[in-house]
C-alpha cells in the first residue's frame, strides 16, 4: 500500500533531532527512525524531561513509510566481505549501513513482512504498562503468531474514508454516508478510486455485508456484478493523484486515506468526509524494534509514554489522526469539520477492519479481478 505522509506544517520532527538529557551518558542512546510529521516535537521535548538519569535522544524522520521499510531490510544484510579496501573509506559507500535504530516506524501493511523476513523481534512486553489501554481490535493487529507474542506498538491511525464536494452535493439535495452512495446514478462518471485492489474489492465486499479479508471470492456470486456497476461509476484509478481531480471539479467524490484527505478539508472549505457507516478499512503507524539490537530502557520508556493517555491525545490532535486509546479526545478538541473523523464513533469501530495479510494465491484473486473489471 502506497500511504504517503502528509504534510503538518509546524510542531513537528522536520529534520533529525538530536537531544541530549542531563547529567552523563548513563544509558545508551535512544535512537528512533520514525515517518516524518508523525510524532509531534513538543512529545519528544516532554519525553526528554522524563528521562531523569541522562542519555541521547535521536528521532531522524523519513519521508516514506516503504524507506523505513527498506532501512529495516538494510540493517539485515549480511557485510559484503570482498569489498574492495579504497571504497571503504569512501562517505555513504553504497555498501555501508546507518546505524540500526532502537525503534522505527512500520505501517500495518508491512508488519507480517517484516516478521516472516525476520526484520523485526518481539518486544518484551514486561516493560510496557500501559499496553493495558489498547482495546481487543488492537491485540488482533500487534499478535500475530499462536504464541501471542507482541510485534508492534501502534501510536496513531486513521481510515480509508469518503471525501466529497459539498457545493455538488447541495444541487443533489443528498449527502453521502456509506459505500452504497457510491452505486447512485447521479456520481456516474463523477468518482475517483484508490488503484488498489484490496481497498476497491473491499468496499464493495462491506456493501455486500463481508470482510474485508474475505479469502473465498469466487462464493461470493454478486461480487463481480457489483464491481461492474462501480467501475462505470468511476472516472479514474489512482493511488497518488485522487485529490487534484476533486479539487477542479472534474470530480465530485474521491475514496482514500484520511490522513491524506484531512490536510484538503483543513485547506478547502467547500470539502467535507465521511467514515462510511458499514465499516471500512484502518491503516495504523506502529512503532517496531530491529532484529538484533539489545533491550534499551529508553526504547521501552518511550512506548509506555506514547500508550499513557495524555501522550497519545496529544499526538493525536497535533498530527490530526487517530488515537488508537479509547475515549482521549471529546468532540470540544477538534475543529467541528474533523470531528466525524477524528472522533471515533465505537459502531463503525467496531465494523472496520485492518487489511490482513492474505495467501498469495489469494491476492492474485483480488489482483486478476481487479484487473478484468477495470478492462470490462
Known sequence: MNRRSFLLGTSTLAIAQVITGCGTNQKPPLNVQLLKDSIPGQVVNQ???TVTEGGKLK?????QLQDLFKLLQTWQKPQINNQQVWTRYIPFSQNEKSPTANLVTLGDHWLQA??????IQPLETANIKNLVNLNEKWQQIIKRDAQGKIWAVPYSW???VI???QEKFQQLGWKPTDWSDLWRSELQNRISLLNHPREVIGLVLKKLGKSYNTENLNQISSLESELKTLNQQVKFYDSKNYLEPLITGDTWLAVGWSGEIIPVISRYQKFAAVVPQSGTAIWANLWVNPTGVSSNSLAYQWLDFCLQPKTSKQI?????SNSPIENTIVAGDINKRLQNLLLTDPEIFAKSEFLLPLPPAVMKEYEDLFIKIKKS
Open 59 to 63: 528521532f531522524t524522520p523519513i519521508n
Open 158 to 160: 486513521g481510515n480509508t
Open 114 to 119: 517484516a516478521i516472516n523476513q525476520k526484520l
Open 163 to 165: 471525501i466529497y464536494n
Open 316 to 320: 493525536a490532535l497535533l498530527t490530526k
Open 47 to 49: 519525553f526528554r524531561k
